[in-house]
Structure formats: structure tokens, C-alpha cells
């Protein structure tokens, strides 16, 4: 995928990376929306989805891309004999998936399951004559279809599956499944829950080589983009996964490029900025891997305090944002708090600001840029005020005066030393 | 009794002696006048002096008349003649009665006489009154020995005897084998000397240790056989014999009293007759083995000329191996020494006994150990060095051959031989080695068909001589064009197929290899992430000092690359130990008198060879480089806590500097380190940037220029930190452009810097944006005294209550946990500053595993604030103690075993 039109951004383009650890399903979404937004030419599209297609079961799907790109009606004959060789796979998984299947049709009959793996087993066996073997044919069978893109399927059998399956090991396959089919159909709260339910396992889980727990979990943040950026608190629940110590492991060792997407939650997400530190951190040492105008912007802000940078790197992030597909739709509000961001950080160290610089620097008119910082300065309690005759903003003094201080210093001590003589006294009763 | 008596002392029996030797002298009055006059004619050139019987001293010193003189040379030639012929007369009475505990006894005298006779005078001849008494000893003894039932009924002692003098007289009469055979020749009948002993090879061991006088050089009797094994002509001998001899020659190895420049003679005369291939290997194999003997001990190194025939020996059996692909090579395997055996038809699955990667290792050791040893500014050094190419070659051969057979294990040990010579070499010296390579290839293939046949039959003659004979390089021998693919290759193998000490190894030669070719952050994350710094405390000594090696190395990348911090942290460890030279094994100090000899010795042992150190006056530079950047602002604001230190050596130094009266022009690297500093501190870049640049280390970097360059941006800008923390409370602004034309730096770095003291709040100022300038406001003029003494009685509260915290913490497990992770906002902001380690924390721990107390500290980094900080720096103590146990730890292991004592010392040393 080289050449297209795009100003920079395809430089920024991550999505290649991204794929490489998604299912070939969830990539096609992905290949859609650069198809729309005309970075790369129709064609390396349009061929990357024949690729792409090649190895699932869409068989048709694959012949009409194909139809569109060549503009003719003939397919080459591979297509044609793939085709017959997957119709022939499904007839022959539907014969020998036939009993379970049926079995799971009938609602009547799906009654008498119960909450009891064992017991279920075992009433099939006795009453419908259903084997294990059955059973771990309804997964194939589910993974088939979900090959042909017929994901709802999927996602039933696949539940259906894991009510009664035994083996831990295809259990795991099976919801990873389940979650890949979940997202396809945009089920967010049941794709959620799925998310949640393998982050369980995957933590709980004693995997074999601390390598391989490494990559599920790597595999399991690329999926969860999905979830995260279409869920409506999905901003919350990412910056709550992603911080946890494990995963910024994960990220760190697996794959950086997330950082862009964990820097963009936690700038939009205001209640998280106590955790600006931390990813200023993240962002810093990670540098020498992985840089992007996200973390860049960050760099700028926080760590050389060079607001030029910043806002030209605001500016590159709007086009970064806006050819993501996981980013494309909280673009304005990232652009809008991460003025705040400037904003602030240019109140803390400076005493007066120039309204017209300031303006300009925000982009405004001078006279929405007045309204803005009084907005702000209302909503951030900043101690400032505008001197309105000579056009600045003048910042109050943030040094706390020695009496605050010291008070602001000793006003915790009492209680900890209350709470160290209890404790002192409360063992010392214990060891009397 | 009478021979306990003689043991007393051959000196002082004469006068006691004197009267029954008078009786005896008529006796044996015809041999001993026979003696006489042979004796005289080699005693005549005796020093008188020299020659004066003990006894007599005194006289012939007092008296100096020539008359008395002569009378005194003749009493000594008498004397000595009457003191051998009388122990020559006992030893044949002992005979008659078949006494040999007394011949014994006698014949030592014997000897110990002679050699009395021998160091007074150079006595050019043999005494025929001994060469005599030698033959008649023979003789009976054969004769004893003969007489199978006499030898029966003889005590249990004196059987002993008779077998320690058959011992005791085949060693000594090798000596004089030539005068023995005259005289049987010229006076007696013929005795051909045939083998009268039956093999038994266990007696010989036992009394092995009789002798111990001054004929140490006595061949034992293997020597003897093998002589003529040696000349016989190579058409006779069969397969079984060779089998046999070299079978001999093995069991006698290691024995004492076995010559050890005799069986390799011998071997390399098994392998020149060996009748099949096979053979030949084995007895290659072995020839190999005889010249490892050859090392007299473990701390000294095998002579070059013996090393190179071992080197050579071992080529040619690689060559056979791939010459005849039906002969394998098996440790384990038993080899059948029979003599009837015959030899296997060529081209038969033959399988023989030897250990060719053991060869290979030694090899490889003894060649380090010469480096060891050699010293490095010769010419031999070098010549030396370029032996690495042959080693090389015959890794790569015995590892081609372990392939063939998928033993990977071997391989992986091999490739591990291999790494360790390569990751320590540049790219410019790994292209030198290469070029050396290739020329040496011609010319072994332009020599080659010439001499071959020759030289090695010349080779084999010629053990004596010392001349050193260099091994041609193999033709086939190729060495990869990129030395970081050849690295990866043999890394990677290691990583799948070896154990887990030659993983760790592996993994630390390569992340030297790494840094040295200026890829730090690759080769921080593989240290980091391979949990090296945890497992390395566990290790064996030489991979700790490998460790450390690596550690340096990383610290040096880490400066060439302009990462100060992260320099210093690498290097301070090692510099707080204060035995750098030490830790590095470059170097033994003298400063522990409390090690033995053998605790020396291994220390010793572990050196690096000189082409391997790393400069330590580089190493030191960047040390105290890093540390005055990093500290000198500490240094300046007094009124920063200790707790900001971070170097703790270098505030050593400061306080010694600081204690001299007169400071010279700089000298060496601290005199100008320092002399830096206190430009430094006053901002005076310049000068700082001058000093530092007149360092002659700078050199030895290849990147001089760049290196350089770094530095003085980093010095500019410390320097503008410094200046406006100490000077700025004296303005009440200061315009950027001043601070820009001041420190030569653009006024974006001057923005970047003063925000970062304004947000860390080192500076009480802010930006007055419209004039570019820079707001200080002054708190010190509107404190009173009362109020920073009431600041400073808060903050020792605090920290009074929190010492209490943390001792009750520390009995009752953790009390305040929950508090800490609380206390996340209160943190000054300087930390993304300052410190960029933090997420490098996250990252050691890149699985999850429970971390190491190193870890979880460095992690809690900054999410802390001033309580972290503090904290913090206690691990970094910890740390430091670990640094100084990376070594503490090497002696300990030494200590073990030596008791209480020992230990005691070593913690009074840790604490």
C-alpha cells in the first residue's frame, strides 16, 4: 500500500499495523473506511480486500470485488473453484453438525438444557443421542460460518458451544469467536461483556509461556478498539484497561502504536487527566519506537513546553484523527481539550498572556477568544483575571503564602500519628 | 640399627666410621684401587676448595702452607673415596645376607653421597666404584627377584624393600645407562637388561613416591618399553600393538614420575603408524590429550609451540572426520585396547573414543590463559592474538561436525566459544580479522601442497625444539562478511538450544555487542527484559563479571548517545563499589590482605586479557561527566535535601576537593572533572565545555567530534539551569534573549528549560509573555527567619511521623499501603524532567511475574512524590549494595569455605 494522494497521512497510517493482530474479519471495516477516505488508491484497496477475502469462505463476496475492480463478469477459475470446494465443506459440515444443530433449533427442545454442564452432556447423550463429538462439531461448524460471514449464526452457536463444551482450550476459541462476532454485528454491550469475560480469563489464566499470555493480550487491546471507541463510555473503560500495569506491558513490549489511542482517550477524557503524568511518562520512554503526532503533541506540551510545537502538532493530529478509523469520531473533541491542555499549561507558567497572541494561537477571533478564557476561567478556577484595557489575562500568584503552607503541611500529620499510636498501642494489647 | 644409623647424616659419619672401615679396606682393596685411579683423573679437576671436606675447613683456612694444602686435598679424595667404597662395602654385605631394607638405606647414601661429590666439584665422570656397585646391585636384584620362593619366605618388609629398590635402581640407573653398559662390556659377561618385571603397573604406583632426592628426572618404566616401540620399524607393527602401547600411555597419564614429552613423542609415533584411518583418528585423539598434559599446572598457560601442535592435531583429525565420514567420534565410547584385535576394514562404521568439543575448550582456555599471561605490548601478544583466527576455524569445524549429527546442545556450547570471541570486536576490528583471514588462507593454500608431507613428518621429529610452528589456517574456514547477522545467527541458536547459564551468556555478550555499536535502547530492553539484573546475583562469577562488563558497556553507549542519565546510572553501580578494576577483572588490587595465595590465584585466573578491557579512564570521564551534569545544580542550591543526590561518589569527591587549600591545573580526569564542576556551578559554560574537551580520553572515541559536540549543548544547558536557579532570585527579571546570547543557545531551549524550573517550581518567576521575559518573584525578602525556621520544623515533623510510619510498617507487614498509592498528586512536577526512567521501570517486568524489590521500587517512581523520592533513593542504596555484592558476592562464594573468620570480615566490609 504505497503512493496515494493524502497530505501525510498515510505516514501516520497505523492501520497495517493494527490488521496484523486483528482477525481477517475486522480488518474489512477497517479497509472500508480508508476506502472512503481516499488515502491510497481504490485499487490497492480494492485488491488488499481480494487478498483479504481470499482466505475466508466469502466466496462471492471476493467474486464481486472482483467484478467491480476488472470490470468484466468472468472470474478466474481459482474463484470459481474455491467456491465449489467451500459449498462442498458446508454441506458436508452441515450433515455432520445436523444433530446438534437441530437439536439446538428446536426452542422445546433447548428447554430442557440446564444450568449444569455435566447433566446437559449427559441428557443429550442419553436422550438425543448427541455425542461429544457432536458437540465440538457445532464449534467447527460456527467457525465455517463465521468464515462465510454469517456472524449471528456464529455468535448463537457459539454461545449455544460454550454452554457445553468441556475443553477449556476450544471454550477460549470459542469466545474469541463470539467477540469477533459480536463486534461484527455491533452488538457493543454484548461485545463488552465478551471483552470482559476474556481479560478475566486471560489474566487468570496460567497460560503455558509468559510469551503467549503476552500476545492475547496484545490481541485482545486491538480488538477491543472496536468495543472501546463505539461503546458510549468506551473512552473510560480503554484508559481503565490500558493503565493497568500488565498492559501497558503489553504495549510497550507488543505494540506502541497503541499508545495513540490511549494518549487520545485520556486527553478527551477529562476526568482522566490524573493520569497525564503517567502517560507522559509512557510516551517518553517509548519514544525511540513509536512517535506520532498524538504522542508527539504530548511531548511538546508536557515535556518541552514548546507551545508552537504543540499547536502544529494539534493541527497534524486533526488529520491523524481524522483517517482513523477508531479516531475519526472524536475528533473535535480531542481538538477542543486538547486546547484546554495548551491553555492551562501556558497559564502555569506564565504571569501575563497576550489576549491577541493567545487568539491566535487558539485560532479564534479575539473576541470569542475573551469568551472562551472566561469560560474557562470559570470552569478550570483558574486564578486569573483579564485586564481588558491592555488585552491580557493576567494570572493570580499560585505560590501558597508560608502560613498556607505550613498549615497545608501539618494538617495531616495529627491524624497519622493518631492512627500510628493506635496502631502501636492495638498490637502491643495483641501481644499482651 | 646400623642403617639408621648411616640415615642420620652422610656429613658427619666419618669419624665414627672410620675404624670398621679400616677393617673392610682390605676387602675390597682391589676394586676400590681400581676406582681410585679412575676417579682421580675426573677429580683432578676438582677445586680444591670447593673440594675441602667440611670437616677440614677450618684448617685450610687457617693454615695456608702449600704443604699443608696438599695434605688436605689428599685426606678429602681419601675421605670421599674411603666414605663411598665403604657404603659400597655395606650395600654388598646387605647383599650377601639379602637384606634389602639395608641396601636400601645404603643405596640412598649412596646416591646422597654422590651427589655431595657431585656438587663440590664438576665431576665430568661417573665413579667407577659406583657405576660397579650399580651393576652388582642389578644383578642380585635380578637375581632376587628371580628366586620366586626366597622372595617368599623374605619378610614383609623387606620384600617391600627389594621392590622399592627395583624401583629406586631402574629410575636411577637410567642415568647411567651408557657408563653401566661400558662396564658390563668391557669387564662382566653380557647381561642383556630384559624385562625382568611383569606388568605390574599398581606396585609401581604405590611406591612410586620413594624417590625424593635430587633425581627427579627418573623415567619409569614404561619409558623404557616404549623406547624401543618408538624404533621399531612401522612395518611390524600391527594394529593390537598400537592399540596396545597407546593404551600404556593413557593408563600411565597423570602418574607421577611419567614423562610427559615422552608419550607425546610416542603418540606421535602411534599416529604415524596407526594401519587404518580410524586408528589414526584415535590416535590423534590421544596424541591431542598427551599434549594437554603437557601444561604443568591450571594457572599457567600451555607453552605456544606445544599449543600449536595440539592445534594442529586437532585439524587433522577434523580433516579425517570429513575425509572419511564412516568414522564417528563418541565421548562415552569405550575403545577396545586388546592387543590381538585387528583393525576394521576401512570404510566400516568405526567409532572412536574422544572428546572433540572437551579439545576444542581446552584449546580455546589455554589461549586465553597465554593472553593472560603474555604481555601486551609485545610483539608475541599480537602474534598471539592472531591465533583466534585458528580457533575460530576450528569451532566453526568441530560445530559443522556436532550439525551433521543434530546435536544441538554441543552446538549451542560451541556457538557460545564463538560469541564470546566475537562480541567484544568492533566492526572495524571484525573487518580486520577478516581481511588477516583471508591473507592467511592464501598463503596456507599457496604453502600447502609444497611442504605438506614434510613438514609434518619434520613436525613430528622436532618436539624438542622450542620453535614455534604456526597452524595454517584452514582453507575451507569462512567468516560471515556482517558480524551483527553472524552475532544473531549464533545468539539465536544459543537462545533456542542451550542451557540456561549459556542463555544468560549469550544474551550479555550480545547486548555488549550491541552497545559497543552504539544500539543502547535495543540492547537496554533485551537487559531489561530478560530479568538479567535479578538472575545475575545467582550466577557464577565469571558471568557476574561479564554482567558488569555489559554494565559498562551500556553506560558508554548510553553517554555516546547523549543519554546522560542513564550513563550514570549504569556506571555509578559500578563506580560505588570502589573496586571498578576489580569487578571488571581487569586488574587485581592489593588491598585485601586477607586473601590467600589460592583465593589470588583464581582471581587471577578470571583476568580479561588485554585486548579486551574496556578503558577504565574512559569509563571513569564519563562517570564523573554524567554525575557533574546531573549533580552539579544539587551541589549549587545547598538548600536542596541529600535526598536529591544522586551520585553519592561524586559528592566524595566534591568534599575532597573542596577540603584542599590550593587546586593545581587539572592533571587528570578528576582534577578536571571537577575543575568543570566549579565552572559549572558558576554557569560559566565555557569554561566547563574547555576543560572537559581537553581530555585526552576523547580519542578514544571514534566519534570524537559528535561526542563532544553533545556534551557542550548538554553543559550549555545545565549551565543555564544552574545560572537561573542560583542567580535568579537576585533579578527581578530577566529577558530571554540575555539568557539566549549568554549560553549560546536558542531561545526555544531557554523557554523549554525555564518552564520546566517554573512547573517544578525550582524558580519562583513566571513568563511575562508580551515582553518576553521572565517574572521572578523574590520569596526570600518576604520570609522572615521565623517563617523558613518554621518550614523547616514542619518538614522534620513530616518526616519524624513518617519514620515512624515506616518502622512500624516494617514489623507489621505494610500500614500504610493504601496511603502511598493516595499520595500520588502530591509529587513536585520535576519528575518527567528528570527522570525518564519511569516507564523503563514498567518494562522490566514485561510479563507480569512478581517483580524484584529493584523493580517495584524503580516502578513507584514518581507516582509518589516526595515520600516516593525519598524511598526511592533508598533503593537506589539498595541497588548500590548490590553492586558492591556483585562482587562482595564473588569473595563470599570464596569465603565459604573458609569459616567463621572470613565471614566475619565480609560483613563488617558490607556494612
Known amino acids: ?432 | 640399627m646400623a642403617s639408621r644409623f648411616f640415615a642420620r647424616g652422610s656429613s658427619s659419619e666419618d669419624d665414627t666410621e672410620t675404624e670398621s672401615e679400616s677393617e673392610e679396606y682390605s676387602t675390597t682393596e682391589e676394586t676400590s684401587s681400581e676406582s681410585e685411579s679412575e676417579t682421580e683423573s675426573s677429580s683432578e679437576s676438582e677445586n680444591e676448595k670447593s673440594g675441602v671436606n667440611r670437616f677440614l675447613v677450618s684448617d685450610s683456612d687457617s693454615d695456608s702452607d702449600s704443604e699443608d694444602n696438599r695434605r688436605v686435598l689428599r685426606s678429602a679424595k681419601d675421605k670421599r673415596v674411603e666414605e663411598l667404597s665403604t657404603i659400597v662395602e655395606e650395600i654388598r654385605n646387605k647383599l650377601k645376607i639379602n637384606d634389602w631394607v639395608g641396601v636400601g638405606t645404603n643405596f640412598d647414601k649412596l646416591n646422597k653421597q654422590l651427589d655431595k661429590i657431585r656438587r663440590a666439584g664438576n665431576l665430568t665422570k661417573t665413579p667407577k666404584i659406583y657405576v660397579k656397585a650399580l651393576v652388582e646391585m642389578e644383578d642380585a636384584l635380578a637375581a632376587a627377584l628371580a628366586n620366586k620362593e626366597a622372595k617368599k619366605s623374605m619378610s614383609k618388609s623387606n620384600a617391600k624393600a627389594l621392590n622399592a629398590m627395583k624401583q629406586n635402581l631402574k629410575k636411577n640407573n637410567k642415568d647411567y645407562e651408557a657408563e653401566i653398559k661400558a662396564r658390563r662390556d668391557a669387564g662382566d659377561e653380557d647381561d642383556s637388561d630384559e624385562d625382568t618385571d611383569s606388568d605390574s603397573y599398581d606396585e609401581s604406583d604405590v611406591e612410586a613416591e620413594a624417590e625424593d632426592d635430587g633425581f627427579e628426572k627418573v623415567k619409569s618404566k614404561q619409558e623404557k618399553k616404549k623406547v624401543p616401540f618408538t624404533q621399531m620399524d612401522p612395518k611390524d607393527i600391527t594394529y593390537g600393538m598400537v592399540m596396545k602401547k597407546s593404551h600404556e600411555l593413557m593408563l600411565a597419564r597423570g602418574r607421577k614420575g611419567t614423562d610427559k614429552r615422552d608419550q607425546a613423542k610416542t603418540m606421535e609415533f602411534a599416529v604415524k603408524v596407526a594401519k587404518t584411518e580410524s586408528q589414526r583418528a584415535q590416535m590423534t585423539l590421544n596424541l591431542i590429550s598427551a599434549f594437554f598434559d603437557m601444561a604443568s599446572a591450571l594457572h599457567t598457560h600451555l607453552p605456544i609451540p606445544i599449543w600449536n601442535r595440539a592445534c594442529a592435531s586437532i585439524l587433522d583429525v577434523l580433516a579425517l572426520l570429513e575425509r572419511c565420514p564412516y568414522v564417528t567420534v563418541d565421548e562415552t565410547f569405550e575403545q577396545d585396547y586388546s592387543e590381538e584385535q585387528e583393525g576394521p576394514e576401512e570404510g566400516a562404521a568405526v567409532t572412536v573414543a574422544g572428546n572433540l568439543i572437551g579439545c576444542l575448550e581446552r584449546l580455546d582456555d589455554e589461549w586465553f590463559k597465554s593472553l593472560q599471561v603474555i604481555d601486551p605490548h609485545t610483539e608475541d601478544y599480537v602474534d598471539r592474538l592472531k591465533d583466534e583466527l585458528v580457533i575460530l576455524a576450528v569451532a566453526q569445524k568441530v560445530s559443522n561436525y556436532f550439525a551433521k549429527t543434530a546435536q544441538h546442545s554441543v552446538v549451542a556450547r560451541i556457538a557460545l566459544r564463538q560469541v564470546e570471541h566475537l562480541y567484544f570486536k568492533t566492526e572495524a576490528v571484525y573487518k580486520a580479522m577478516r581481511a588477516l583471514a583471508e591473507i592467511k588462507k592464501k598463503e596456507a593454500a599457496s604453502a600447502e601442497p609444497a611442504a605438506e608431507p614434510e613438514a609434518k613428518a619434520a613436525a613430528a621429529v622436532e618436539l624438542e625444539e622450542e620453535e614455534i610452528v604456526p597452524v595454517a589456517l584452514p582453507a575451507d574456514f569462512t567468516m560471515e562478511e556482517d558480524p551483527h547477522a553472524l552475532m544473531k545467527d549464533l545468539v539465536h541458536f544459543i537462545y533456542k538450544n542451550a542451557d540456561e547459564r549459556t542463555k544468560a551468556r549469550a544474551m550479555l555478550c550480545d547486548i555488549y555487542h550491541k552497545s559497543i555499536h552504539n544500539d543502547f535502547y535495543t540492547a537496554r530492553d533485551l537487559l531489561l527484559m530478560s530479568h538479567l539484573q535479578d538472575a545475575v546475583l545467582n550466577m557464577d562469577i565469571a558471568t557476574q563479571l561479564l554482567f558488569n562488563r555489559t554494565m559498562a558497556q551500556i553506560g558508554l553507549c548510553a553517554f555516546r548517545k547523549g543519554l546522560i542519565p542513564d550513563a550514570h546510572h549504569c556506571l555509578s553501580e559500578l563506580y560505588a563499589s570502589g573496586r571498578i578494576r576489580e569487578i571488571l577483572a581487569q586488574g587485581v588490587l592489593l588491598r585485601y590482605h586477607d586473601r590467600t595465595p589460592e583465593q589470588e590465584k583464581l582471581e587471577k585466573r578470571r583476568q580479561m586479557p588485554f585486548h579486551m578491557h574496556i578503558n577504565l579512564e574512559l569509563l571513569e570521564s564519563v562517570n564523573l561527566i554524567s554525575a557533574m551534569l546531573l549533580e552539579t545544580i544539587h551541589l549549587v542550591n545547598i538548600n536542596t535535601e541529600t535526598r536529591r543526590r544522586v551520585s553519592k561518589s561524586f559528592w566524595r569527591l566534591v568534599e575532597h576537593y573542596d577540603k584542599l587549600t590550593f587546586m593545581g591545573p587539572p592533571e587528570n580526569v578528576r582534577d578536571h572533572v571537577m575543575t568543570g564542576t566549579y565552572a559549572l556551578s558558576q554557569g560559566d559554560w565555557k569554561r566547563c565545555a574547555e576543560v572537559i574537551s581537553k581530555l585526552g580520553v576523547w580519542d578514544l572515541l571514534p566519534q570524537k567530534a559528535e561526542v563532544l559536540e553533545m556534551l557542550t549543548s548538554k553543559i550549555k544547558e545545565e549551565a543555564l539551569r544552574i545560572y537561573v536557579t542560583t542567580f535568579g532570585p537576585h533579578y527581578s527579571s530577566i529577558a530571554v534573549d540575555q539568557l539566549c546570547k549568554m549560553f549560546d543557545v536558542s531561545e526555544n531551549t531557554v523557554q523549554t528549560i525555564v518552564s520546566r524550573l517554573i512547573i517544578s517550581e525550582d524558580i519562583h518567576g513566571s513568563w511575562h509573555q508580551p515582553t518576553q521575559t521572565i517574572v521572578m518573584r523574590s520569596s526570600s525578602s518576604n520570609t522572615t527567619k521565623l517563617q523558613k525556621l518554621a518550614l523547616r520544623c514542619v518538614s522534620s515533623a513530616q518526616i519524624l511521623v513518617e519514620s515512624n510510619e515506616k518502622a512500624l510498617a516494617l514489623r507489621t507487614g505494610s500500614l500504610r499501603e493504601r496511603e502511598d498509592g493516595g499520595g500520588k498528586g502530591k509529587g513536585r512536577g520535576d519528575w518527567e524532567g528528570r527522570d525518564g526512567k519511569q516507564g523503563r521501570g514498567r518494562k522490566w517486568n514485561p510479563h507480569g511475574k512478581a517483580t524484584g524489590g529493584y523493580r517495584d521500587r524503580k516502578g513507584q517512581r514518581g507516582d509518589r512524590g516526595d515520600r516516593g523520592d525519598r524511598r526511592d533513593r533508598k533503593g537506589h542504596h539498595h541497588r548500590r549494595d548490590h553492586g558492591h555484592q556483585d562482587v562482595a558476592y564473588s569473595s563470599f562464594q570464596r569465603r565459604k569455605q573458609e569459616g567463621p573468620r572470613e565471614m566475619a570480615t565480609l560483613s563488617k566490609r558490607r556494612n
Not at chain 1, 92 to 120: C, G, H, M, S, W
Not at chain 1, 226 to 247: S, T
Not at chain 1, 334 to 363: G, Q
Open chain 1, 1 to 432: 500500500m504505497t503512493g496515494g494522494s493524502g497530505d501525510g497521512a498515510e505516514q501516520w497510517d497505523i492501520t497495517s499495523k493494527i490488521a496484523g493482530n486483528l482477525d481477517r474479519h475486522l480488518v474489512f471495516p477497517l479497509l472500508e473506511f480508508l476506502q472512503t477516505r481516499g488515502i491510497y488508491p481504490e485499487e490497492d484497496i480494492m485488491n488488499s480486500k481480494i487478498e483479504l477475502l481470499k482466505h475466508t469462505n466469502m466466496v462471492d463476496f471476493a467474486m464481486d470485488i472482483y467484478r467491480q475492480i476488472n470490470g468484466t463478469e468472468d472470474v478466474p477459475n481459482e474463484m470459481t473453484e474455491r467456491r465449489k470446494v467451500v459449498i462442498g465443506n458446508l454441506r458436508e459440515l452441515q450433515a455432520t453438525a445436523a444433530p446438534i444443530v437441530d437439536f439446538l433449533l428446536d426452542e422445546n427442545k433447548v428447554k430442557d438444557l440446564r444450568n449444569d454442564k455435566a447433566y446437559n452432556i449427559k441428557m443429550l447423550q442419553d436422550q438425543y443421542n448427541i455425542s461429544q463429538d457432536d458437540i465440538e462439531v457445532l464449534f467447527k461448524f460456527a467457525k465455517f460460518q463465521f468464515e462465510c460471514g454469517n456472524y449471528s449464526a456464529c455468535a448463537d452457536f457459539l454461545v449455544q458451544y460454550r454452554g457445553l463444551c468441556t475443553k477449556l482450550e476450544t471454550s477460549f476459541s470459542a469466545l474469541w469467536g463470539k467477540f469477533a462476532s459480536e463486534i461484527l454485528l455491533q452488538n457493543w454491550n454484548e461485545a463488552l461483556e465478551d471483552l470482559n469475560k476474556l481479560q478475566e480469563y486471560i489474566d487468570s489464566k496460567s497460560f503455558t509461556s509468559a510469551l503467549a499470555q503476552l500476545q492475547q493480550r496484545i490481541w485482545l487491546i486491538h480488538w477491543s478498539l472496536f468495543v472501546f471507541f463505539n461503546h458510549e463510555n468506551g473512552m473510560n473503560f480503554l484508559v481503565d484497561m490500558l493503565v493497568q500495569d500488565r498492559y501497558i506491558n503489553a504495549i510497550q513490549t507488543g505494540a506502541p502504536h497503541m499508545l495513540r489511542y490511549l494518549a487520545a482517550a485520556i486527553i478527551i477524557n477529562k476526568k482522566r487527566r490524573n493520569l497525564l503524568k503517567e502517560l507522559i511518562k509512557l510516551v517518553k520512554s517509548e519514544r525511540y519506537v513509536y512517535s506520532d503526532p498524538v504522542t508527539e503533541f504530548i511531548v511538546c506540551l508536557f515535556v518541552d513546553y514548546d507551545f508552537e510545537g504543540a499547536q502544529k502538532k494539534l493541527k497534524e493530529c486533526e488529520t491523524v484523527l481524522a483517517n482513523d478509523y477508531f479516531l475519526t469520531a472524536c475528533v473535535d473533541d480531542f481538538v477542543e481539550n486538547a486546547r484546554l491542555f495548551i491553555f492551562e499549561t501556558y497559564c502555569r507558567i506564565h504571569e501575563t498572556i497576550d489576549m491577541k497572541m493567545l487568539a491566535n494561537k487558539l485560532n479564534m477571533d479575539q473576541e470569542s477568544a475573551e469568551k472562551w478564557i472566561a469560560n474557562l476561567i470559570r470552569n478550570a478556577r483558574l486564578n486569573a483575571k483579564i485586564d481588558s484595557q491592555q488585552g491580557t489575562v493576567v494570572m493570580g500568584s499560585q505560590q501558597p503564602g508560608v502560613y498556607e503552607q505550613i498549615v497545608e503541611k501539618t494538617k495531616s500529620l495529627t491524624a497519622r500519628t493518631y492512627h500510628l499510636s493506635n496502631a502501636v498501642i492495638g498490637s502491643g494489647k495483641i501481644n499482651a
